[in-house]
């Protein structure tokens, strides 16, 4: 009996041993599992840190790209708007130059002292030089008398009964008018001819 329960007691032992043995190795990969996992973890954190300072950085290259547009814009603005000021002074300056030389005649004739024929020589002359000022301008005046009347560059304000001249022959001018190259500036103003005899056949 007593044998018996020696074996048992044994046996006991070493199957007591062999579980707590178990347990100790469960214990470990338990431990090394918990470990691998926080040092994935680990990884995973600083991948995100790493990221996140990329996308940091993209952000402020945008953001300093999208400054130095804007400045570029606005000096681009800024340039076309003096350049557009220049151009339009400069065409001015050009176009009233030659008229500066006309208004220093005109001042000049009215000062001067003579009869009323040099009077109208000294204005016929300022005239005639306004005129070339005006070509230089490509302004040239619209023909009117002796051509035939033109609705597209004359404008009738009356007609004079004849049997002298054509119907609708232009006859007098009233009042000048002027083109620019093709484009008409103002109509001139006429009084055209109306041939009865031409009417009626």
Known sequence: MQDEAAGRSGEDFYTGSEAGARMVEEAGEERRADGNEERGAAVESAGAQQELAQLRGEKDQLLD????????????????????????????????????????????ALKAQGSADQLRTGVELILKQMEEALKGLQVVAVETVG?????????????????EFPDHQVLEEIRRGYKIRE?????ALVRIASNPAQVSA
């Open 147 to 163: 051509t035939q009347f033109d609705p597209r560059v004359h404008e009738a304000l009356g007609s004079i009964e004849t049997a």
């Open 183 to 187: 484009k008409l500036l103002r109509p």
């Open 65 to 108: 790209r999208l400054a130095r547009l804007q400045a570029e814009f606005d000096n681009a603005r800024k340039r076309e708007a003096k350049e557009r000021t220049d151009a339009r002074e400069y065409t001015i300056g050009n176009t009233v130059e030659p008229f500066l030389g006309v208004m220093d005649n005109f001042q000049l």
